[in-house]
């Protein structure tokens, strides 16, 4: 019985064709991908009386919502963003690569592709394609003002100080901060990796999390944080047992499933996972902090959630100028529930996708990342509705395709060998996942629950 129908429902767009990946190498992808870039649009249309006529785009009236709403939240003073978009002088100066990062997609810096696998994600942050064709028609026309008069009324940026979640969920119940460290203003990355206790003197379970550094500093200088949760063992050591939330740039906190929870013990201790990279000017005692929202005192949610690490095994032997290609199979003794998907690699790292061999034998694409930038690191959490529910017995299948030819803007060097390592230049691969874990009955349950729903909504599967 199949629960998940992956679904296209966004308007093609150049990485439609990243479907192509999965069966060529990625530089020969990447070239079909530049050959597939739409035409730019020359105008927008209008009907008026049924009537088509010639609409100026300009910058008052159309550019500036999209920037408002998809750029400015980086790209302002203070920000991480290398420089300001909040007025046209600023702008009209990035106009053309503006241009070229929107329309590849890689701006705003999310990288899930459209048009394969399952589209309706928590916090998602891409343009649609009418504000792609947008910002090209209006570089293309050179970049007009516009009357001034036109522009959206400008952004009241909330108190720095605010959690993301903050407007969903009110403040944080609880908030564990990093130890204080001192980040020079010269030098090479830096990692700090402090033990800290969480500070709770009684178990609870866990409705959210977020990762933030501080302000206004940490937005500059931290590159990601993840918080691992320690739990005692049976001799006494404290031993890792799952990654709480991850702090990236821009990136929001995580809410767990209504019904899945994680558990904080008592005892429990957090480590702070977090790389610093210098940025000119002297930082000292920067605290990160993990703001936790509980669920009510009692609650007993139905099934536990996790998020872990899964690797994809093999050799990753890049030749100068090669590509390679590994791969991780992964199982489960009872149903889950796939609530997110994080690919992780380096800079050799193109693309990953993640399937679902079911045990009937069908093969599903559930993501697909191909424009992979490890500058980013972005989990896409499946909406409530349409997170897969997979059977015993499925297996997810992670596929890594891996670029070291001089077309990978990133290596390094593509004129010499690389492989697996810790270090940046070495490549790496592993998705993590964050999985419910289902009983038998409970898989049913939401698999009827979910035809039901959509039967309702007259829908063929994937949305409400
Ligand atoms: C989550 C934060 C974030 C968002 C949202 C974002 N940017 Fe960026 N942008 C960055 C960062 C950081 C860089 C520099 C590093 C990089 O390129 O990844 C950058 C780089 C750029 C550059 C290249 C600057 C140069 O020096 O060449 C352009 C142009 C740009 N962004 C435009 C945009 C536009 C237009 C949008 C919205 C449609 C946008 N960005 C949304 C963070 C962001």
């Given at each position: 019985?199949?629960?998940?129908?992956?679904?296209?429902?966004?308007?093609?767009?150049?990485?439609?064709?990243?479907?192509?990946?999965?069966?060529?190498?990625?530089?020969?992808?990447?070239?079909?991908?530049?050959?597939?870039?739409?035409?730019?649009?020359?105008?927008?249309?209008?009907?008026?009386?049924?009537?088509?006529?010639?609409?100026?785009?300009?910058?008052?009236?159309?550019?500036?919502?999209?920037?408002?709403?998809?750029?400015?939240?980086?790209?302002?003073?203070?920000?991480?963003?290398?420089?300001?978009?909040?007025?046209?002088?600023?702008?009209?100066?990035?106009?053309?690569?503006?241009?070229?990062?929107?329309?590849?997609?890689?701006?705003?810096?999310?990288?899930?592709?459209?048009?394969?696998?399952?589209?309706?994600?928590?916090?998602?942050?891409?343009?649609?394609?009418?504000?792609?064709?947008?910002?090209?028609?209006?570089?293309?026309?050179?970049?007009?003002?516009?009357?001034?008069?036109?522009?959206?009324?400008?952004?009241?940026?909330?108190?720095?100080?605010?959690?993301?979640?903050?407007d969903v969920l009110g403040p944080p119940d609880h908030v564990i901060k990093s130890k204080p460290f001192d980040v020079p203003a010269e030098g090479g990355d830096t990692w700090w990796r402090p033990r800290v206790p969480t500070g709770l003197n009684e178990d609870r379970m866990v409705m959210a999390?977020?990762?933030?550094?501080?302000?206004?500093?940490?937005?500059?200088?931290?590159?990601?944080?993840?918080?691992?949760?320690?739990?005692?063992?049976?001799?006494?050591?404290?031993?890792?047992?799952?990654?709480?939330?991850?702090?990236?740039?821009?990136?929001?906190?995580?809410?767990?499933?209504?019904?899945?929870?994680?558990?904080?013990?008592?005892?429990?201790?957090?480590?702070?996972?977090?790389?610093?990279?210098?940025?000119?000017?002297?930082?000292?005692?920067?605290?990160?902090?993990?703001?936790?929202?509980?669920?009510?005192?009692?609650?007993?949610?139905?099934?536990?959630?996790?998020?872990?690490?899964?690797?994809?095994?093999?050799?990753?032997?890049?030749?100068?100028?090669?590509?390679?290609?590994?791969?991780?199979?992964?199982?489960?003794?009872?149903?889950?529930?796939?609530?997110?998907?994080?690919?992780?690699?380096?800079?050799?790292?193109?693309?990953?996708?993640?399937?679902?061999?079911?045990?009937?034998?069908?093969?599903?694409?559930?993501?697909?990342?191909?424009?992979?930038?490890?500058?980013?690191?972005?989990?896409?959490?499946?909406?409530?509705?349409?997170?897969?529910?997979?059977?015993?017995?499925?297996?997810?299948?992670?596929?890594?395709?891996?670029?070291?030819?001089?077309?990978?803007?990133?290596?390094?060097?593509?004129?010499?060998?690389?492989?697996?390592?810790?270090?940046?230049?070495?490549?790496?691969?592993?998705?993590?996942?964050?999985?419910?874990?289902?009983?038998?009955?409970?898989?049913?349950?939401?698999?009827?629950?979910?035809?039901?729903?959509?039967?309702?909504?007259?829908?063929?599967?994937?949305?409400?």
């Amino acid at each position: 019985m199949r629960s998940l129908r992956v679904r296209s429902d966004r308007p093609s767009n150049p990485q439609a064709a990243s479907a192509l990946a999965l069966a060529v190498p990625p530089a020969l992808a990447l070239a079909i991908l530049a050959l597939m870039t739409p035409p730019p649009v020359i105008a927008q249309q209008s009907a008026v009386n049924g009537e088509a006529r010639e609409v100026e785009v300009t910058f008052s009236k159309d550019v500036a919502p999209i920037l408002q709403a998809s750029c400015q939240i980086c790209h302002r003073p203070g920000s991480v963003g290398p420089m300001s978009l909040l007025t046209y002088h600023e702008v009209r100066r990035y106009a053309s690569r503006a241009r070229d990062l929107v329309s590849k997609r890689l701006m705003p810096p999310y990288h899930l592709d459209t048009g394969v696998g399952i589209q309706d994600v928590k916090g998602d942050w891409r343009l649609s394609d009418d504000e792609i064709e947008t910002v090209v028609a209006w570089v293309d026309a050179g970049a007009p003002e516009g009357d001034p008069a036109d522009l959206p009324t400008p952004i009241d940026w909330p108190n720095e100080q605010k959690w993301q979640l903050e407007d969903v969920l009110g403040p944080p119940d609880h908030v564990i901060k990093s130890k204080p460290f001192d980040v020079p203003a010269e030098g090479g990355d830096t990692w700090w990796r402090p033990r800290v206790p969480t500070g709770l003197n009684e178990d609870r379970m866990v409705m959210a999390f977020e990762t933030r550094p501080s302000f206004p500093a940490g937005r500059q200088i931290v590159h990601h944080a993840i918080p691992r949760l320690l739990r005692l063992n049976e001799d006494g050591e404290y031993r890792r047992i799952q990654s709480l939330s991850e702090y990236a740039m821009g990136k929001i906190g995580e809410i767990v499933p209504r019904d899945a929870g994680r558990l904080l013990k008592a005892n429990d201790m957090i480590e702070w996972d977090a790389h610093y990279y210098p940025m000119g000017y002297d930082v000292t005692g920067d605290q990160l902090e993990l703001g936790i929202w509980f669920h009510e005192d009692g609650y007993e949610p139905e099934f536990d959630q996790d998020l872990r690490l899964y690797p994809l095994r093999g050799d990753i032997a890049l030749r100068p100028g090669g590509t390679a290609m590994t791969q991780g199979f992964h199982r489960w003794d009872h149903p889950v529930r796939l609530d997110s998907y994080q690919p992780h690699g380096h800079v050799h790292l193109h693309a990953m996708s993640v399937q679902a061999v079911y045990p009937d034998g069908d093969v599903e694409l559930i993501s697909m990342v191909t424009d992979f930038d490890a500058r980013w690191h972005h989990s896409y959490i499946y909406e409530d509705d349409v997170a897969p529910l997979l059977p015993t017995g499925t297996v997810v299948v992670l596929t890594g395709w891996y670029d070291n030819t001089a077309e990978n803007e990133l290596t390094p060097d593509p004129e010499i060998w690389y492989a697996r390592g810790a270090r940046t230049m070495d490549e790496m691969s592993h998705a993590w996942m964050a999985i419910t874990h289902l009983t038998e009955e409970g898989y049913q349950r939401l698999v009827e629950e979910r035809e039901r729903k959509h039967a309702t909504d007259g829908d063929d599967g994937n949305r409400n």
